[in-house]
C-alpha cells in the first residue's frame, strides 16, 4: 500500500506501508542484547517508554499472544531536491511522525485493549520532558505510554527479515542508503482484534491529520503515479 504523508508546511511525501498479522511467538527477541545497545548509546535510556522500564516482550507475548506489526518505507529518492545523500533525518522524522499519528489513532480507538510498541520513544506526553526523565516514579498519562519496540527487546532487523522479507539497512558514512524504514506493533489478548485492525487501516489512515489526499483515492493514485512514477 502507499500512501502520500503531508506534513503541516505542506509538503508531500510518498511513504509505502506494510502490515501483517502475527502471533507474538513470531518476534523475534533478545532483551539483553537489544537493550544492552540502548543502554550505551541511547539518549532517550530511562524514559518511560525505553529500558530499565519497558517489559520483555517474552513477558508481553504471554499476555498479548496475538498482533500486528505495521512497517512504512521512505526511499531516499523521494527526499527534497538539495538534501545532502548522507542526511536522513528528515526520512526519520517522516516515518516517526506518520507511524506515532497511526499508533495513537488505533488506540484511540480500544484503550486498555492493546499494547503499542512504537517505533522510537514514548510520545505520549507530547513536548513535555517525560516524568521518568523528572525522576519521578510513575508516568503523568498511563493511557498514552507506549513501548519503544526496541526496548522490549525485540531484534527488528530479523523481524522484518522474518516477517515481511524485508531487509533493514543501516546508514552508513558515505552509502547512499536506498531506503528508510520503520517498524510498530499492536498487541492484543483477543485474536480477532488485530484483525478487525487489519480490515480498518484504511479509514484508519485517512483519518489522520498527516494525510491530505486519501488512501485509495484516484487523486492520490494519479499523484503516486504521475509525480512519483510509484507503480500501484
Known sequence: MWIIYTDKQGD??????GF????????CHDYDRITGYCREGCPDYASGGCPPYAPALAEVAVKYPYGILIYAKFLSRFKPAGMAA???SLQDLVLSDMLNQLGYAVIGQHPDSLFFLNCGHCQ???TETCSFKLGEESCRKPERRAYSIAATGVDVTQ?????FDITLQWIKEGNQTEYIIK???LLSPDPELP???????EPVLNSLECIKYQVGSSEAGLILEERYSVTL
Open 124 to 126: 505520549g506526553c507530547g
Open 20 to 27: 501483517k498479522l502475527i502471533d507474538s511467538s513470531e518476534i
Open 86 to 88: 548522507e542526511d536522513f
Open 12 to 17: 508531500n511525501y510518498p511513504l509505502e506501508i
Open 183 to 185: 517498524v510498530m506493533g
Open 159 to 163: 523481524t522484518l527479515k522474518d516477517v
Open 195 to 201: 484483525q478487525a485492525i487489519e480490515q480498518r487501516m
